[in-house]
């Protein structure tokens, strides 16, 4: 855990703080698809993202569900962090995009090192920004683009998390992260493949130039 660790925050964190996460936080590994986070859940601890993405879902009143972003390596939630110290129920889910291997740390280590550490002050409040600005763009998103736009930005960008052009999401699926129909997303496919654009094969698409 130590080498993993330093290599995805060696650059942020101090040697001390390291030495803190090590001593205190939890090690996990998640196979792709699992639920981390579930809506409803007390948190007990902020995730660390050594290695893998997660992504993280907002669940409206009918159940259905809308992707607001993805953690990778490096990265925490701030929506967890909010929740760790509200002692609140959690507002989101958070689900293994890809094989994950993440440190729980403790909400009351959390606290202390706030205080303690000026790199972890630093890194949770670069956090609550980054995932600010990633929230703004999922509106945006919503607001100001059409369903293919958002459809080919979402492929690309879920290509990018998993580091590989074959996805393989069924439709049914992509349209619970867009929060749109799967006949949509469908007949959209259908159009990006005659486009040229992507490749819809029995399991998985091929994307090309998106």
């Not at 600005?133 to 607001?143: K, Q």
Request: charged content about 30%; proline content about 1%.
């Amino acid at each position: 855990m130590k080498s993993s660790l330093e290599e995805s925050f060696g650059s942020v964190f101090e040697k001390p703080l390291l030495q803190d996460i090590l001593e205190n936080g939890r090690l996990a590994k998640v196979e792709n698809g699992t639920i981390v986070i579930t809506i409803g859940q007390y948190i007990k601890g902020m995730p660390l993202v050594i290695s893998g993405a997660l992504k993280v879902l907002r669940e409206d009143e009918d159940g259905d569900e809308l992707l607001l972003y993805y953690l990778e390596r490096g990265d925490t939630c701030s929506m967890t962090m909010a929740c760790c110290l509200g002692d609140t129920k959690s507002a989101i889910r958070a689900v293994a995009e890809t094989d994950v291997e993440l440190v729980m740390v403790p909400i009351a280590k959390m606290e202390e090192w706030m205080g303690k550490y000026r790199s972890w002050r630093n890194f949770v409040f670069e956090s609550y920004h980054d995932r600010f600005n990633e929230l703004l763009g999922t509106v945006d998103s919503i607001a100001f683009k059409n369903m293919d736009q958002r459809l080919a930005a979402y492929l690309k960008e879920k290509a990018r998390v998993s580091k590989t052009n074959h996805i393989r999401s069924t439709h049914q699926e992509i349209a619970y992260d867009l929060h749109t129909s799967r006949v949509v997303v469908s007949r959209l496919l259908k159009k990006l493949e005659h486009l040229g654009r992507i490749k819809l094969h029995r399991n998985h698409i091929e994307l090309f130039d998106l």
